[in-house]
């Protein structure tokens, strides 16, 4: 029985989810946001990660002579779309219904 209330309890603690962010945010060359939109409850770091990658990827891409000036992450839940500003980026988040 006791592996039956570990299970109960991990249930109880997965009960409690977490909303889809909503927002944007933009980014400099560097990656540091500038400006956020999204929720007090998404993490910080995280968006500036994302960020990096997505400034990155522009900057690979113009290295590249790559004319790639919009990307677009599509997740059954999530979509990530970005659009470069010259040397930076803004990036959207929006829930997929």
Do not use: N, W
């Not at 993490?43 to 002579?65: K, M, Y």
């Not at 599509?74 to 990530?80: D, H, M, P, V």
């Amino acid at each position: 029985m006791g592996i039956l209330s570990f299970f109960s309890k991990t249930q109880s603690s997965r009960a409690e989810m977490t909303r889809l962010p909503t927002g944007s945010f933009t980014v400099d060359s560097h990656g540091r946001i500038l400006v956020c939109t999204l929720p007090q409850t998404f993490s910080p770091g995280l968006a500036q990660d994302i960020g990096r990658l997505i400034v990155d990827t522009f900057r690979s891409a113009q290295e590249t002579q790559l004319p790639l000036t919009g990307l677009s992450i599509q997740y059954s839940a999530l979509k990530i779309t970005a659009r470069s500003l010259r040397g930076g980026a803004i990036i959207f988040f929006a829930p997929r219904a």
